[in-house]
């Protein structure tokens, strides 16, 4: 009988692992095969009034979802560098549901570092020129399930395209 038991035991046991397995298997399927990694652009940068010595923007970033399947951004964090100098940074949540195959325009609004603007003035007023190179990385949290996507865009901006 106490080896009837112990037979019933490795087999509920067994059982056990093979359901573990499978969920587990699984679960790494719905994790997003085949996930194309998010584009943002940005699409819009306005001036705003500031309340106190450092200017404040509004930054538009033009996020496309080039997925199936919706992607649900449960917060953004990002920063700006210009001329290899972090100006702006900052986090923002509450970001519409992009659908599956669509394009969503996300605001937001920023503060630039004091600091490190009188930094990089100082730094162009040294070595001045027309061509700055701009360095725009973000961090979009997908939620606990899924890796977050880091996003690097690298260029330039001309002084003068700017003021045609």
């Excluded at 009188?118 to 973000?138: G, K, V």
Aim: net charge positive; aromatic share 8%; charged share 20%.
């Amino acid at each position: 009988m106490k080896r009837i038991l112990q037979k019933k035991g490795f087999f509920v046991a067994k059982r056990l692992i093979y359901v573990f397995l499978v969920v587990v298997l699984s679960s790494c399927a719905w994790m997003r095969p085949g996930f194309e990694t998010p584009q943002v652009q940005v699409t819009r940068f306005v001036v705003l009034e500031s309340q106190g010595l450092a200017p404040q923007f509004a930054i538009t970033l033009h996020v496309v979802n080039p997925n199936r399947s919706d992607l649900d951004i449960a917060g953004l964090s990002y920063t700006i560098d210009i001329e290899g100098i972090t100006l702006l940074s900052g986090v923002k949540n509450n970001i519409p549901v992009v659908a599956g195959y669509a394009e969503q325009d996300v605001t937001l609004t920023v503060t630039a570092d004091l600091i490190n603007s009188l930094r990089l003035i100082s730094e162009l007023t040294r070595q001045p020129h027309d061509d700055f190179t701009y360095l725009l990385t973000a961090k979009l949290d997908l939620g606990w399930a899924v890796p977050a996507v880091r996003i690097e865009k690298q260029g330039d901006i001309s002084l003068r395209s700017l003021t045609r």
